[in-house]
């Protein structure tokens, strides 16, 4: 590299992220210099050309004028996507391709200028963590290879496509409730989209208490009984039968130490609470 980047990053090392792994490698291949994670020394920035990854806050656009490049690695396929939790987002809406996108920062969010794409497919059973363990698969030698092309000048930047754009929030714990009447395709997706350990799960609760749902499956299309009425329950998978809006589902509750299990359900024609 003739003018390694600085990389700015909120990970800390020794958390067990798998970005330390890319990180290394970009330390390893000389394309990065060093790290900073603190938004002091971010501020102090002068005419550097720098690499954001994972770093939550918004980066000024003062920051942003005085320096020669801010590349960002944003996970989608931009202007697809712009925003928060954009695997989670494209799960819900049952994209069967998802990818990453290098581009320049300017003055508002995820609008930039885009360098470079990479896509990668999603399959049906696929859930959040598997997501993210294909996608830094890919980034391991996609990222490292791109950087280097940008250094030595053969990227050229081209702006979003408007026509194209859209932009999710960030997700709340609260955004992970189900909601019976649902059709079952989109609970389902719901499941694959914050299935544990990346949040605690899809949830519901009943009797004053939350019940984090593991894996869904749709056993039967169409159904006479009303959403949300629980048919029967599996002690031994810790699974229940639950009617939805035009599907009857089985659910795997997440059976982490202290949840409440499918038997608590008391397990007749029991409506679960909204």
Same mark, same amino acid.
């Given at each position: ?123 049906? +059973?696929?859930?959040?963590?598997? $997501?993210?363990?294909?996608?830094? %698969? /890919?980034?391991? !030698?996609?990222? =490292?290879?791109? *950087? ?58 009943? +009797?004053?208490?939350?019940?984090? $749902?593991?894996?869904?499956?749709? %056993? /039967?299309?169409? !159904?006479?009984? =009303?959403?949300? *009425? ?45």
């Amino acid at each position: 590299m003739r003018n390694p980047l600085l990389l700015v990053t909120g990970l800390k090392p020794g958390d067990g992220r798998q970005e330390w792994d890319l990180i290394s490698i970009l330390l390893l291949r000389g394309i990065i210099s060093r790290i900073i994670g603190t938004e002091a020394e971010v501020r102090e920035l002068v005419d550097e050309t720098a690499f954001v990854m994972n770093w939550t806050r918004r980066i000024q656009p003062e920051v942003i004028r005085r320096n020669r490049v801010v590349l960002n690695l944003h996970n989608s396929l931009l202007p697809r996507y712009r925003g928060r939790h954009a695997f989670a987002w494209a799960i819900i809406h049952d994209e069967r391709h998802v990818g990453w996108t290098l581009h320049a920062m300017d003055e508002s969010f995820d609008t930039g200028p885009i360098y470079a794409q990479c896509e990668f497919p999603v399959g049906t +059973d696929d859930d959040i963590n598997d $997501v993210f363990v294909r996608g830094f %698969e /890919v980034l391991r !030698t996609w990222l =490292p290879d791109v *950087l280097e092309l940008f250094d030595a000048g053969l990227l050229t930047p081209t702006p979003q496509d408007e026509r194209l754009a859209s932009y999710y929030r960030a997700r709340t714990e609260e955004d992970g409730r189900i909601e019976w009447s649902q059709p079952g395709h989109a609970i389902r997706n719901l499941v694959r989209a914050v299935r544990p350990p990346y949040t605690p799960g899809a949830f519901f609760r009943s +009797d004053g208490r939350t019940f984090h $749902v593991d894996r869904c499956f749709v %056993e /039967v299309d169409g !159904t006479p009984h =009303p959403p949300g *009425l629980v048919l029967d329950c599996d002690a031994g998978s810790n699974a229940i039968r639950v009617a939805c809006g035009d599907a009857i589902l089985r659910l795997v509750l997440a059976s982490r130490p202290g949840a409440p299990r499918a038997t608590d359900l008391r397990c007749t024609m029991l409506a679960v609470d909204r």
